[in-house]
């Protein structure tokens, strides 16, 4: 404990019970500076901002991660058409929905295969306000219906699980 002096008193010195006071020379609250007023929502708007920013981010995540999942589907169930004799190219385009664009789809069929490559659009952004666009290409191959599966110059690569562990 500090003993006081006749001279820190007249010295202007300041002591415990004077520094506990705020400017008005009511008692500031316990733990906190007067420097420190308004901190906490200061802190709270920059808390809200990366919270946001994170859920922003993430959500852009899933949309990138959810066209990827439709381009592949769309690229599969075309080469499919193909591989049936299909119009492959509805196929594809009925699989796309709304929000996303068909930006290219093209297909080949060699060696007993109907491989079908598909690339999508998807825009990045928040409501009508976009960002930037991202373009995903997928492609998927099928055995050619009529063919045996070893017919042609290479073996038909298929979409589906072979069951093999490698």
Not at 60 to 67: H, R
Not at 72 to 78: F, P
Not at 80 to 96: F, K, P, T
Request: no cysteine; glycine share 12%.
């Amino acid at each position: 404990m500090t003993s006081h002096t006749p001279e820190s008193r007249t010295t202007g010195a300041i002591t415990p019970a004077a520094d506990a006071l705020d400017d008005g020379g009511t008692p500031a609250p316990r733990g906190r500076t007067v420097g420190e007023r308004g901190q906490a929502a200061v802190e709270l708007v920059g808390v809200v901002f990366v919270v946001l920013l994170v859920a922003l981010l993430s959500i852009q995540g899933i949309t990138v991660a959810q066209t990827a999942s439709i381009t592949q589907e769309a690229a599969r169930n075309g080469a499919r058409a193909l591989s049936q004799g299909d119009d492959w190219h509805a196929v594809v385009e009925n699989q796309i929905p709304d929000g996303l664009e068909l930006e290219e789809a093209e297909s080949v069929t060699e060696g007993g295969t109907a491989r079908v490559r598909v690339t999508v659009s998807a825009p990045l952004g928040l409501g009508e306000m976009t960002v930037t666009d991202v373009s995903l290409t997928r492609s998927a191959d099928f055995p050619l219906d009529g063919l045996p599966d070893g017919a042609g110059d290479e073996p038909a690569p298929t979409d589906e699980p072979t069951g093999e562990d490698t």
